[in-house]
């Protein structure tokens, strides 16, 4: 009653008083004989103060007068003798005065009460929104919501639990609802007092309902959130992975380590088991040029192994359609199918890497059945798969350049050999053939002709000479008998200016990177004895299992470039036409020097460096 915030109807509070003024009064002339007549009006008080406590203080104190009036004329005789007496106004006025009193007494604490209830509510709806609200998400934040609600409202147990349940014989239920929907059902035991209950229905169930609906909310929000921070996680993932792989390609590193490298981002970033880059050979047969797993090397499917794709496969339906496709079982038969197997491969996506307007290959991502990739995967792969085509169309023009290049400079070889060729075995010989004539034309001569015979031949001699210089410069006869070394050694001691020469070389090295090395180390002092003014130089050699490196210093005046002539174009056509770079460090008055580096791969054919295979046309 104390907690009652609304009065019940106010002709409700016009019964009741009636009601209890006249049981009062029975009750007053019952006790007639044997109590004080003065002391009766105190059984009045608590209907009194039940009336102030329900609908407020002055129907309290009306009731008050009521009640006197009543005593006085059915207990008191004569009839009306209060009004007669006027020394009884005196009692009447106290009797008024302690009944409103205590109505006011009872409505401040009335408004205690429900201030204290109040407080109880908001500290349960509060506790109640830390869990519900802080939780990362309902399932987790219920049982600790009901655990809440029983230690504050004294139940011996409560639970929340989804859907709809009946109410049994150990049980009461309320609806949780949100707006027409029943999404949870507060349960709990029975036998609770009815206030409880009362309490239960008409201020907690709203209270849960509101917040439930709040964390709901929340709940949607932040897996909209999540979704939103994970696909942009996703995004800066995939584009940090296309920028590493485009660095790759634009600084030219070889193809096999471009193809690896994709397999590997593609298959992190997909959360794929296995990532493949194949190439579509002529035959119809598919070689593998990349490959990356999630458990380690994959020993079965080495690079350059050679597969047959049957149909079923990825590999095998892009060869047919061109465009990229998926299968969710391999079923069939076949070598690719059953390594497919093995590696658990279960389920595969691919998409087909185009270059130049034809397909070349493929790249496929597997998974197992239970990890299936997700839609949209083919075109999160076609970014991948753009960059490889260009990586493959960049080592193809790469690969053509060099091609060029080697067969450029093959053909100044020859023809270098060839005029040498043609000096030495023809030229010359004229030269010495026209000399001996002289010779004899000098011995029958009149004496006033023989000294302008005689120095003909010595003009003739200087000139076969000067032929057999050029004759070595083109094709030194040293470095095919003795090799790089012997040569390099003669080009020092030939140079106008004085070299020092180290060299590291424990072996000979094919014709055409001896070849190549030589006419660098030559056009380099070259150049240094015509434009560098330096007054000496340095020429180190070392040759390796794998590589053939060159360093040419000299402490002339610097400033060289490739620009500037055609003798450094030279030496870069040289080192990159056997797949070698060359770097040019010419500061100017700081002297230059060119360092030269060629792999050496003896069983490779010059035109053939660094190429990659086209697909078939289709």
């Not at 279960?346 to 998974?367: D, E, F, K, Q």
Request: charged share 20%.
């Amino acid at each position: 009653m104390l907690r009652r915030e609304t009065p019940p109807p106010f002709g409700m509070g016009i019964l009741v008083a009636l009601l209890c003024v006249t049981a009062e009064t029975l009750l007053a002339e019952l006790l007639r004989p044997i109590a004080p007549l003065h002391s009766l009006d105190l059984v009045y008080l608590p209907g009194i103060v039940a009336i102030a406590s329900l609908w407020g203080l002055g129907f309290g104190v009306a009731t008050a007068v009521a009640s006197t009036l009543t005593f006085n004329y059915f207990l008191i005789p004569p009839t009306w003798s209060l009004v007669a007496k006027r020394e009884d106004w005196a009692a009447f006025a106290l009797f008024v005065f302690i009944a409103a009193l205590t109505c006011s007494i009872f409505k401040l604490a009335h408004a205690l009460a429900v201030e204290v209830s109040a407080h109880a509510e908001a500290d349960l709806a509060a506790g109640l929104a830390r869990t519900l609200l802080r939780a990362p998400d309902l399932d987790t934040a219920l049982p600790a919501a009901t655990r809440h609600l029983a230690r504050a409202l004294k139940l011996p147990s409560a639970t929340i639990e989804p859907g709809t349940r009946a109410e049994d014989e150990r049980h009461v239920t309320f609806p949780l609802r949100q707006e027409t929907l029943r999404l949870w059902t507060l349960v709990v035991p029975t036998g609770l007092p009815k206030p409880a209950l009362r309490r239960l229905e008409e201020q907690v169930v709203p209270s849960l309902e509101v917040l439930l609906q709040a964390a709901r909310e929340r709940e949607t929000v932040a897996d909209a959130l999540k979704a939103g921070r994970d696909e942009l996680r996703r995004i800066a993932d995939e584009q940090a992975a296309l920028r590493r792989l485009a660095t790759l390609v634009a600084h030219g590193v070889r193809s096999d380590e471009v193809f690896n490298a994709v397999a590997r981002e593609v298959g992190q970033i997909l959360g794929a088991r296995h990532t493949q880059v194949f190439r579509y050979e002529p035959d119809g047969a598919i070689t593998a040029v990349g490959s990356w797993n999630a458990e380690g090397p994959v020993a079965t499917m080495p690079l350059g192994s050679r597969w047959r794709p049957a149909k079923g496969t990825v590999s095998e339906l892009m060869a047919r359609t061109g465009v990229p496709g998926r299968i969710e079982s391999y079923a069939g038969d076949g070598d690719l199918i059953s390594v497919a197997k093995a590696l658990g491969n279960m389920s595969a996506v691919g998409c087909p890497i185009t270059v130049g307007g034809r397909l070349w290959g493929a790249m496929v991502a597997s998974s197992s059945t239970a990890e299936s990739l997700p839609e949209g995967t083919e075109e999160r792969m076609r970014d991948f798969t753009d960059l490889v085509a260009v990586a493959i169309a960049n080592a193809q023009s790469h690969a053509e350049l060099t091609a060029s290049r080697a067969r450029a400079v093959t053909a100044a070889d020859q023809t270098r050999s060839r005029i040498e060729h043609e000096l030495d075995s023809r030229i010359r010989q004229y030269l010495v053939t026209l000399e001996l004539e002289l010779g004899t034309i000098a011995a029958e001569a009149p004496p006033e002709l023989k000294g302008q015979v005689s120095r003909a031949g010595g003009i003739l001699r200087h000139a076969g000479d000067g032929l057999r210089e050029i004759s070595r410069d083109l094709n030194p006869a040293v470095l095919a008998r003795g090799g790089l070394q012997p040569a390099l050694k003669t080009l020092a001691r030939r140079s106008p200016i004085p070299v020092e020469l180290t060299i590291d070389a424990d072996r000979r090295l094919p014709e055409r990177y001896e070849l190549a090395a030589y006419h660098i180390v030559a056009e380099a002092l070259a150049n240094t004895t015509a434009h560098a003014h330096a007054s000496r130089a340095h020429v180190e050699l070392t040759v390796k299992e794998t590589a053939v490196r060159l360093s040419i210093r000299d402490d002339g005046t610097g400033g060289a470039s490739p620009a500037g002539g055609s003798g450094l174009i030279g030496l870069t056509d040289r080192a990159e036409a056997l797949g070698g770079r060359i770097e040019i460090i010419s500061p100017p008055g700081g002297g230059t020097s060119i360092l030269v580096e060629i792999p050496v791969d003896e069983d490779r054919a010059p035109s053939a460096a660094g190429a990659i295979r086209p697909g078939p046309r289709r």
